[in-house]
C-alpha cells in the first residue's frame, strides 16, 4: 500500500509542479501530463494493437480448420481447446505476448494511479465552460463518451457489421453513467486519453496499410 500511496502522490506532485512553475491551470496540467504519458507509451500501445490485428487476421484464416477441429473433438472440450490451441502457435498466433502484457499493464497501472489521484484531490477551479472541477458536468461527459465511441470505431474491423457498433455503444454508456457521480477533473483525463486513443488509432490504420501495401509489392 505504501509504494501505491507513493505512485498515486507522484501524480499529485506533477499537477502541482505544473500548475506552479508553468503556470498552467489545473485541468491544463491534467491534459499535459495525460497525453505525455500516453504518447511515451504510444510505441508500445501501437505494436500490440498491430499485433492483436495480426491476430484477428490470422484467426479469421483458420476458420475452416477450426471448423474441423470442433467437429472432430465436439465430445471432448479439453482435446478441442488443447489442439485449437496448438493451431494458433503453429500460425504464429499469440495473446500473451511480451507487448501485449507489458502494453496492458502499464496502461492499467497508469489509469488507476491517476484515477485515484484525481479523486483524492480537492480541484476546484474552472474550465472553459465547467464551473468546477470537483463536481460532475453532463457536458463533458458526453464528450468523453463521443470521444471514446470516436477512438473505437477508428480501430481496424471495429465497424465489420452492425453488432459490432452496438457492442461498441456499451463500454461508451458505461463510462458516462460512471462519469455522472465522479469529479470532472476525471473527465478531463478521460476526454484526454481518448484524445490519444483516437491518434493511436489512425496511426495503427497508417501502419496497417503500409503493411498491406509491401505484401502487395511482393
Known amino acids: 500500500m505504501e509504494l501505491w500511496a507513493l505512485w498515486t ?21 491534467i491534459i499535459l501530463l ?11 500501445s501501437l ?3 498491430h499485433q492483436m ?3 484477428k487476421l490470422a484467426i479469421a484464416k483458420l ?28 500460425h504464429g498466433i499469440s495473446f500473451f505476448s511480451k507487448a501485449m502484457l507489458v502494453n496492458l499493464t502499464s496502461r492499467t497501472v497508469f489509469g488507476i494511479g491517476f484515477f485515484h489521484a484525481l479523486s483524492r484531490m480537492s480541484i476546484t477551479s474552472k474550465f472553459l465552460w465547467i464551473a468546477s472541477l470537483t463536481k460532475p458536468n453532463f457536458v463533458l461527459n458526453i464528450l468523453v463518451g463521443a ?7 477508428l480501430m481496424p474491423g471495429a465497424t465489420s457489421d452492425t453488432s459490432s457498433m452496438l457492442m461498441l455503444m456499451i463500454p461508451v454508456i ?4 460512471a462519469l455522472l457521480s465522479l469529479p470532472a477533473a476525471i473527465g478531463v483525463y478521460w476526454a484526454s486519453s481518448n484524445a490519444a486513443t483516437i491518434v493511436q488509432a489512425l496511426l495503427l490504420r ?13
Not at 471448423?67 to 489442439?83: D, G, V
Not at 503500409?210 to 509489392?217: H, I, V
Open 34 to 44: 495525460t497525453l505525455c504519458v500516453r504518447a511515451a507509451m504510444m510505441p508500445l
Open 206 to 218: 497508417g501502419m496497417i496499410k503500409r503493411a498491406e501495401q509491401r505484401t502487395s509489392l511482393v
Open 9 to 29: 502522490n507522484v501524480f499529485t506532485v506533477s499537477i502541482s509542479m505544473l500548475t506552479s512553475h508553468l503556470g498552467l491551470s489545473e485541468a491544463l496540467a
Open 53 to 55: 490485428h495480426k491476430n
Open 147 to 153: 470521444l471514446m465511441f470516436l477512438g473505437l470505431i
Open 47 to 49: 505494436a500490440s494493437a
Open 63 to 90: 476458420k475452416p480448420m477450426q471448423a474441423k477441429l470442433s467437429e472432430r473433438h465436439k465430445s471432448n472440450p479439453r482435446e478441442l481447446i488443447k489442439q485449437t490451441m496448438a493451431l494458433y502457435r503453429e
Open 174 to 177: 458505461i463510462s458516462i453513467i
